[in-house]
């Protein structure tokens, strides 16, 4: 039997812990997607509880503990009103998490920052509890301390267009602040025009681009002044959450009639709404190709399921599943009608059914044609339910499959935490040992010096070069 999560945890082989201890372990993080607010980095926040850090934010281990039985007061109740009860219910439902990747990010997380191996059940949870909440009162363990222990180099964090970037102002000019951190743009609020917010929110984005709009090309030019203001903050990527994909094609004063009619407070169907969105997302693609960004995008989410506790919480508290109408057939024309007019941008497509991964590696196929960049069009890592050792390896595969994985991007953390960037380990150790798989069973050649290449490159090297980070 193996010892729970050693120095080879998840690396079966020889090759793998060589790949993995050689190379992967040692090479710095690019976070280039994640969801941590930058003022806690300009504020270099501090932690008194271990739940705020951990459990306070973190959609995935509310789940479980949902699962367990426990009511929402031991959930998101207890947030800012019991700590110790939030940890006592995550370590009720822990021990039988057992398959889940939570189990493992868990243990990675309490041995990395806070040196505990301990089971955490509800028996230890006191003594945990305690112990981590002294750790946080040391030196280093303040939201940069816990980014500089981590060997993090840069962080995209995801942001409104009508964001000031104040705190990344702050960041940039503070001498002290190791850490590279720069905005992305995500622009979702002005492309779903079918959000009952939607008006409110276009005048609000009229207000902070000094652009009054009144139709669709007033639209673009307020987007076009947010973007220039973003690019000179440093921003190399954009991020845009759609249901599913699309593609539709419109007139100029059909987009104008769309675009009135929402602002006018009248219903948007479907049809005319994916109009809409597809010109607005084409407009975006030419001016990132023009600018070198990267243009992101993840599809295949059907959110607030619960309308009961939607309506009790809010969005992103949990609630949310894979649809099965991501339609990643879509793409393909949409990415040909940027190529058509040589503005097809560097992208990264990501779904969160497992099932489109290998549509989506196809379809990058067809796009690396006069690329000037390798893996122009990636597949993006697995995305939240598919975080998990058995998701990442699908994802690993399908890319082997489809196209060169030594040109792949890496991991992100897509995370709330500063304690999540351990997961960029779980996938070193997952990438290791698929690659050390295939050496040892004799399909692929035992060429350690160039698989350690695409292992570095992987974990990091493709990433700073594929954004243009300049690191």
Same mark, same amino acid.
């Given at each position: 039997m193996v010892n729970f999560m050693n120095e080879d945890f998840l690396l079966k082989t020889e090759s793998a812990a060589r790949l993995y201890h050689e190379h992967a372990e040692k090479m710095p993080v690019i976070d280039y997607h994640c969801h941590i607010n930058p003022e806690d980095i300009a504020r270099d926040k501090r932690y008194t509880s271990i739940s705020d850090v951990w459990l306070g934010g973190d959609h995935y281990k509310w789940r479980l503990i949902r699962a367990n039985g426990t009511p929402e007061s031991g959930v998101t109740g207890a947030l800012g009103e019991d700590p110790f009860l939030l940890f006592q219910s995550f370590a009720a439902a822990l021990p039988r998490a057992i398959g889940n990747p939570v189990y493992h990010w868990t243990y990675l997380e309490l041995k990395r920052y806070f040196g505990i191996e301990k089971q955490l059940t509800p028996e230890t949870a006191r003594e945990i509890f305690d112990a981590c909440n002294k750790k946080l009162a040391e030196p280093g363990m303040s939201a940069r301390g816990l980014i500089d222990q981590s060997n993090v180099r840069l962080i995209c964090t995801t942001d409104d267009p009508t964001d000031n970037l104040e705190y990344h102002r702050q960041i940039a000019g503070d001498k002290t602040c190791k850490v590279k951190v720069l905005p992305a743009f995500r622009p979702d609020k002005a492309v779903n025009i079918r959000n009952p917010e939607f008006a409110g929110y276009i005048a609000k984005l009229a207000e902070v681009s000094g652009v009054e709009i009144t139709d669709f090309a007033s639209l673009c030019r307020a987007?076009?002044?947010?973007?220039d203001f973003f690019n000179a903050m440093g921003c190399r990527a954009s991020d845009h959450g759609l249901e599913s994909c699309i593609y539709a094609t419109a007139s100029q004063a059909e987009l104008d009639a769309i675009l009135?009619?929402?602002? %006018? %407070?009248?219903?948007?169907s479907p049809q005319r709404a994916e109009q809409y969105s597809a010109a607005v997302l084409l407009h975006l693609g030419r001016r990132y190709h023009e600018l070198g960004w990267v243009m992101q995008i993840h599809f295949g989410c059907k959110r607030n399921n619960n309308s009961r506790m939607f309506r009790q919480l809010g969005a992103d508290t949990g609630f949310d599943s894979m649809n099965g109408s991501g339609e990643p057939y879509k793409l393909s024309d949409f990415l040909d009608a940027l190529d058509c007019t040589g503005q097809l941008?560097?992208?990264?497509?990501?779904?969160?059914?497992p099932a489109d991964s290998e549509i989506i590696a196809t379809i990058a196929g067809c796009f690396m044609a006069d690329a000037g960049c390798p893996g122009k069009i990636q597949l993006g890592a697995a995305w939240w339910f598919n975080d998990t050792k058995s998701g990442m390896e699908k994802q690993l595969l399908d890319y082997a499959n489809g196209t060169l994985l030594g040109n792949f991007v890496g991991m992100l953390t897509d995370s709330r935490s500063f304690l999540s960037y351990t997961r960029h380990e779980y996938f070193r150790r997952i990438l290791c040992n698929f690659l050390g798989k295939l050496v040892e069973d004799g399909e692929y050649a035992a060429d350690f010096?160039?698989? %350690?290449?695409?292992?570095e490159d992987i974990c990091y090297n493709n990433t700073a070069r594929f954004f243009g980070f300049g690191i």
């Open positions: 987007l076009d002044s947010r973007i009135s009619a929402a602002l %006018g %407070g009248e219903a948007v941008p560097r992208m990264v497509l990501y779904s969160l059914n010096d160039t698989l %350690g290449r695409i292992v």
